[in-house]
């Protein structure tokens, strides 16, 4: 029942920024780690940052270098992404997905993440 629809994606000059959201509906967001992903055309995707359900355990890919803010908000089934000092590669579709958990955990690691957004576009270019 749960589905996870992703918006705020657009076109974004070199050095802006950007918040992303998560929106869940059919279900809460409660007991469900959240994590962001993105893939860019011709790579592989890859796993930005991801959340625990209670929102105070969050873990960063370390290639980020802190540009990347993630966040939630249980009460009205929604997560975020924020993103500053925007690059060029950057540009790619980004994608939010949830994992059930019993725990308060979350785990840099797709295979654990099984609802999944169809994705927002987001475009760096000057």
């Known amino acids: 029942q749960l589905q996870l629809v992703e918006s705020g994606g657009g076109l974004a000059q070199p050095g802006g920024s950007l918040r992303l959201s998560c929106r869940a509906s059919?279900?809460?967001?409660?007991?469900?780690?959240i994590a962001w992903f993105r893939q860019a055309p011709g790579k592989e995707r890859e796993v930005l940052s991801c959340i625990s359900p209670s929102g105070v355990r969050i873990n960063y890919e370390d290639s980020l270098q802190g540009r990347f803010t993630i966040s939630r908000d249980n009460t009205n089934k929604m997560a975020y992404l924020q993103i500053v000092d925007l690059k060029s590669e950057d540009t790619a579709t980004y994608y939010c997905?949830?994992?059930?958990?019993?725990?308060?955990?979350?785990?840099?690691?797709?295979?654990?993440?099984?609802?999944w957004g169809r994705g927002t576009q987001v475009t760096v270019s000057s």
């Open positions: 997905a949830s994992a059930p958990s019993g725990q308060d955990w979350c785990v840099l690691s797709e295979s654990v993440y099984g609802h």
């Open positions: 059919g279900a809460g967001l409660d007991f469900h780690a």
